[in-house]
């Protein structure tokens, strides 16, 4: 699609990708590990808009809460109802450890949906740190709590025994796989959504299929409103569903 | 969508060096660096500030809740102790009234027994008198036929030529009256 455009228009190019790219704010080339880039920006108001919400949203400490308020408590209710449904009361403890990662993407997605805005979510290195670090929390938190009666989680007690070993195997190759499809899913559907974003965007500078294009991107990013808050979903879900399997590790 | 972003992709990998920014592994430590401070700062903000704070307004606003609820079925119940108390005045001045009414109407009942009492008394009385006087009357007038009857029976006596004795004739007289 984007080659016909090209050759439509001739000097049109479609750089979808552009709006990922890191780059630091203050000039300069090098990104060292340091460097001021758009992903601080970016992640800093993440956290402005975090604090915003639910420090000074519920600063009044209203009993009948304001509308901000009101959409704080609904977070905190949310996520503390999810992790308790899933993990049960033992869960619970672990609850601004959940509510942090919903938090931060929640917020980075609705963030990234802003016009020019860079999306810190739709970068795998982002995502599969924050993967990593729940696959091993998990890991660490199954052997702590339950030693190697975590191991019995591969050892699925409810089959006929010839069967134990491949399924061992099988739950053992899926353990490790989560990480990965955890860290895809959010980062993949992020970035997918904008460059598709940005495409039909690029489309509407050719006269011919500009109405097409702008309802094309109003019915996109109302989409991608939907997948900015279903991605956080699902993502601290799965958490709380890992979690689960390491408060919990016999099926 | 995905052939799409390939596209692009390889599109973007042509015009400019890093192709996907998201496989560019020079910028990962940089992310990587950024977002754990990220996630360090949301989380003490969280866990010191926000969640405690949420979790301070939601059990207050329970507690606030209960007690209201508490406080309306205390109410609730004051409100039917009082119709209770209301009822059983109503009852106690229904009884009081009755009462009075029963009293008062034995008073009258003694007045007017004690009025008839004396006016029988004065009717008695009277009706005494009156026979006393109607026996006088009939007294005299006996006793003046008698006079009369006498006198008659003198003077027919003394014009038939006889001297009439005066008290054969009154006894004669007295024994025609009884007669």
Avoid at chain 1, 1 to 16: I, K
Avoid at chain 1, 95 to 102: R, S
Avoid at chain 2, 74 to 89: F, H, M, Q, S, T
Wanted: one cysteine or more.
């Amino acid at each position: 699609m984007a080659t016909e455009a090209q050759g439509e228009e001739g000097g049109l190019v479609l750089h979808p990708m552009d709006q990922f790219k890191v780059e630091p704010l203050f000039g300069g080339d090098t990104v060292a590990w340091y460097t001021i880039t758009n992903v601080t920006l970016w992640m800093a108001l993440a956290i402005v808009a975090v604090t915003a919400l639910l420090v000074l949203g519920t600063s009044r400490r209203a009993i009948v809460p304001s509308r901000t308020q009101s959409v704080g408590e609904l977070a905190y209710g949310f996520v503390y109802k999810m992790l308790e449904d899933i993990t049960g009361k033992e869960g619970v403890k672990y609850f601004p450890y959940v509510m942090t990662l919903f938090m931060f993407i929640v917020m980075a997605n609705f963030l990234g949906l802003l016009p020019m805005a860079f999306t810190t979510t739709s970068h795998i290195a982002v995502t599969a740190t924050m993967a990593l670090m729940v696959f091993l929390t998990v890991t660490v938190l199954g052997f702590v709590l339950n030693g190697a009666k975590f191991l019995g989680l591969f050892w699925v007690q409810e089959a006929p025994l010839a069967l134990r070993p491949v399924l061992a195997i099988i739950e053992l190759m899926s353990y490790f796989v989560r990480p990965l499809s955890h860290s895809i899913r959010l980062g993949g559907n992020m970035m997918a959504g904008h460059a598709v974003l940005k495409v039909f965007a690029g489309f509407a500078a050719v006269a011919a299929i500009a109405p097409i294009s702008v309802i094309a991107i109003g019915a996109m990013y109302a989409l991608e409103v939907l997948v900015a808050f279903v991605q956080a979903y699902v993502f601290t879900i799965l958490t709380c569903v890992y979690l689960k399997d390491a408060l919990h590790p016999s099926h | 969508m995905a052939t799409e972003t390939h596209e692009a992709a390889g599109q973007a990998a042509e015009a400019a060096a890093p192709g996907m920014p998201q496989l560019d592994f020079s910028t990962y430590s940089n992310q990587i660096f950024w977002l754990l401070v990220t996630l360090v700062a949301i989380y003490f903000i969280l866990s010191r500030i926000a969640l405690p704070r949420i979790a301070a307004v939601l059990a207050e606003r329970k507690g606030t809740i209960s007690n209201d609820i508490a406080a309306a079925e205390d109410l609730k119940a004051k409100a039917a102790e009082a119709e209770d108390a209301y009822n059983k005045a109503l009852a106690d001045a229904r009884t009081e009234a009755n009462r009075i009414v029963a009293e008062t109407k034995a008073e009258i009942k003694a007045d007017l027994d004690e009025a008839m009492r004396e006016a029988d008394e004065e009717i008695a009385a009277k009706t005494a008198e009156g026979e006393k006087k109607i026996a006088e009357i009939q007294a005299n007038a006996t006793e003046s036929v008698k006079e009369v009857a006498k006198e008659t029976a003198k003077e027919v006596v003394a014009a038939m030529g006889a001297k009439a004795d005066a008290r054969t004739v009154t006894a004669a007289v007295n024994a025609r009256l009884k007669g």
